[in-house]
């Protein structure tokens, strides 16, 4: 037997979680409108599908920009040898300049405080390095993205710890919540090196205000502790309330605020539906932070031949603005299509304006409020109903039968299909509403017909008692079920 | 001040070495036949700029490899989404089958044990991630490549224990030097997890023989250690004899071996010359460290843009023949250019027949066999000759005087150039032979025409006790020089 590393060896990574069945329930039998219109339909993949035509366009109007064409082959050689992890000049000046576009050039950034990393997986991971010691912690408000516990914790040997949220004032962060995990972390003697969170928030699709924001930083600076702000979806607000980026609040003459606490985490895999290009982006109002994490650029640079072609698109800002514009029109339809098709069957969302996502609420499908209700309905869905949602507990959520349901990622038809099959559900529900049992489903084929739900409307008690290994804000998280994709 | 982690706060990276000075003149005054003719002449970066020509003929003739032409747009949008950590099938497979014709198709690789990473880099440290805990050592014969203390130690915390190797055998590597290594770590109670070497070595150009492969497979056998092959300048192998790769080493049935104890890292960097593109590799033998480094994989993706290209590129047979035989040929023909101009004026090299560079020895034109003595004239070459090459102690070489000069990244007429100022170097030499003194250079336009060197033929003394850094073989191996790039 080879002597393997704890890391190799203890499961950090969170693959084997119990989530990971809808991802393999996906790939086991994939929906497809001719050759498998039965399969299972892929809604747990936080993807922007909806504005791929617009970039074509671009780069067939732009052959130059590519270095394998006829246009731009002259370039080839100097880009392909190009591996200075600066990054090209000309990426680093299209990055800045579009994060500023992206938040309506109310603010700028400084090429110069750009770095590289391989995808936000990579670049927050870097940040992480940079900031904390094993050991260490960073408060988290959850729900919160799954994958934080890979990229933030797995091989940096920080710890997360959460701060909860609820549905009663619809799971915003509350100043209250968060001085108490940090109180609790301190008695026990764990050193918490920040607060991370992500606006807008995944899982949510919600927006943090001007005023939050403000607090947040007068909390972190009052306790001289790092501001971590994962803003990767800045660009799928679809409708107002306008985006507040940190960068804006802490530009603001109003706020006193260290600015070497402060650090944005960003990404074109969302804003322009490029996940499989890797650009991860770490800005730093740090000058330590910078140097540090540019030489750790060099384990996850983006392939130059992927810098120079998005230092050409980023830079053409008519292109951008027409990007950015016609993207939020085509996810407000898509969000409205989805939200609209559930309503109508009597099954609300959190009320949102951003992401590439809703957060759907099951509650009153649950058999009882715990994980284990929310966990068999969430098997339903996947093996009866046949979509991959992803259920609140893998986004730490502390109250069971919230769903993460993911729209942007299908076609019209594709997302046609699963508003039918949740009509059916809910449809099947209702012939079954004197039932009080969930059957335990085993057998998939035989329990499609066999399918009947409670419709008790028994409604999430704010005040249960959740499991303490959500709760605790001294334990780490539990396993994250996102695996092969960052979604 | 903000708190930050030890990593960020600790120098363990290495760039603000005493060698960064050598980039830094480089930088600050690079050589252009036209512009700049006076310029420092880049020796220290270990490109191959030999063989573009016939990848650029490729990318022409095969537009729709690129997702960026006319005929390969229709693939955009598959490719830009990709982001599972397998990587594209097909280019798994094409990079096995690469692997296999680099190394004559004696061998075969099988493309579920590809595992990429962010260049040698990214995939270098993923593997130390799986196989070392913080603490834990890994042999490495020296002279040996210097950013294996970024890529391999820095952030994973594990260490790196050097087995000297000298002149007197031609720098190779002696079973009883490894032994006397492994036992004084023992003894020191450091745990020893495995042994890591270059085949083809950087910075020597040489190979291992079959012999000495089965040697080093046969103690870490024994020793129930793991045996990491860095095999990225395998294609760059210009003459006989045939580099013999450790997986065909572990297929020959007279070698007894546990093949989870093997693993082998691999690049496009240097072999195909396109360092931009970032496509480490990792080859374990072993299924645990292939499953956890693919879940590591997520930090340093290969682009899809890129993964696309290659995947097309390198499953032309033909094309791969072609492109290694006729670079194999450039490199020879370089190599015999420069070798046989530094022997005209009496500099002789380690004798080579692989890599993008040559060790030189210089150790004849030392005042004193010291590290000191290796700086100083390192400091004349730099800033008066005008050539950044690399010190022999960048390398963690044991015996001063030896320098690495790279050869394969500029094109003939600024190698004849760097050629003139190396002779240009021993004519004032041999002038001043008379002298023995070496005079302290301050101002670079002043010292150009004072420059005179010791010819006093004070050969280096192999049993010189060398400073106890360099040597022993407990304490972690000094700052690498290597920063921006990897070289």
């Known amino acids: 037997m080879a002597n393997l590393s704890k890391l190799a060896v203890n499961d950090g990574h969170g693959e084997n979680s119990p989530y990971f ?14 050759n498998n219109p039965n399969g299972v339909i892929q809604m747990g993949l936080a993807e922007n599908q909806l504005s791929y035509d617009l970039i074509e366009e671009w780069i067939l109007k732009n052959p130059k920009a590519s270095i394998c064409t006829n246009e731009g082959i ?31 050039n109310r603010v700028t950034f400084d090429p110069n405080r750009i770095v590289m990393g391989g995808g936000a997986t990579g670049a927050s991971e870097m940040l992480m390095f940079c900031l904390a010691d094993p050991g260490d912690a960073f408060l988290v408000p959850s729900p919160c993205y799954p994958a934080f516990d890979r990229d933030l914790r797995w091989r940096t040997r920080m710890q997360l710890i959460p701060v909860p949220c609820s549905s009663s004032n619809n799971f915003q962060l509350e100043k209250e919540a968060l001085e108490e995990a940090y109180e609790k972390a301190q008695q026990a003697n764990i050193k918490v090196k920040g607060l991370i969170l992500a606006n807008p928030s995944n899982p949510l699709g919600t927006l943090m205000d001007k005023d939050t924001l403000t607090t947040l930083v007068n909390f972190i600076n009052e306790k001289n502790i790092h501001l971590v702000c994962d803003e990767i979806y800045s660009a799928t607000v679809f409708r107002s309330p306008k985006f507040v980026s940190i960068a804006e609040v802490i ?62 698109m980023l830079s053409d800002e008519k292109f951008v603005a027409r990007f950015l514009e016609e993207n939020a029109k085509r996810l407000a339809k898509r969000h409205k299509l989805f939200t609209e098709g559930l309503e109508e069957v009597g099954i609300s969302c959190l009320r949102s304006n951003a992401g590439l996502f809703v957060w759907m609420d099951l509650r009153g499908l649950l058999r009882e409020p715990t994980l284990e209700g929310e966990m068999k309905i969430w098997r339903i869905i996947i093996h009866d109903v046949k979509l991959n949602v992803s259920p609140g507990s893998s986004f730490h959520c502390s109250e069971p039968g919230w ?33 009080s049992e969930i059957p335990v489903v085993k057998d998939n084929k ?42």
């Not at 069945?21 to 001719?34: F, R, S």
């Open 251 to 312: 530009n603001d003459p109003n706020v006193v605020c260290n600015k070497d606490l402060i650090h944005i985490l960003y990404s074109l895999s969302k804003d322009m539906g490029l996940p499989g290009f890797r650009v991860g982006i770490l800005y730093s109002y740090n000058d330590l932070v910078v140097a540090c994490a540019r030489k750790m650029s060099s384990f996850g640079l983006v392939s130059s031949q992927t810098q120079h072609l998005l230092a050409l």
């Open 446 to 487: 035989k329990s499609q017909k066999s399918l009947h739900l409670s419709f008790t409307a028994r409604r999430f008690n704010e005040n249960v008692i959740m499991s303490p290994r959500v709760m605790s804000p001294h334990s780490p998280l539990p396993h994250s079920p996102t695996v092969g994709a960052s979604t």
């Open 21 to 34: 069945d809808g991802w393999k329930a996906y790939d086991a039998n994939p929906y497809h409108p001719i």
């Open 403 to 435: 769903f993460r349901v993911c729209f942007a990622n299908m076609d019209d038809h594709t997302m046609e299909v699963a508003l039918q099959r949740i009509r059916s559900l809910v449809d099947q529900k209702k012939e079954s509403s004197v039932k």
């Open 74 to 104: 002259s370039s080839f050689k100097d880009i392909a040898i190009f591996q200075d992890y600066h990054g090209l000049p000309e990426f680093r000046h299209a990055i800045a300049k579009f994060m500023g576009q992206v938040r309506g």
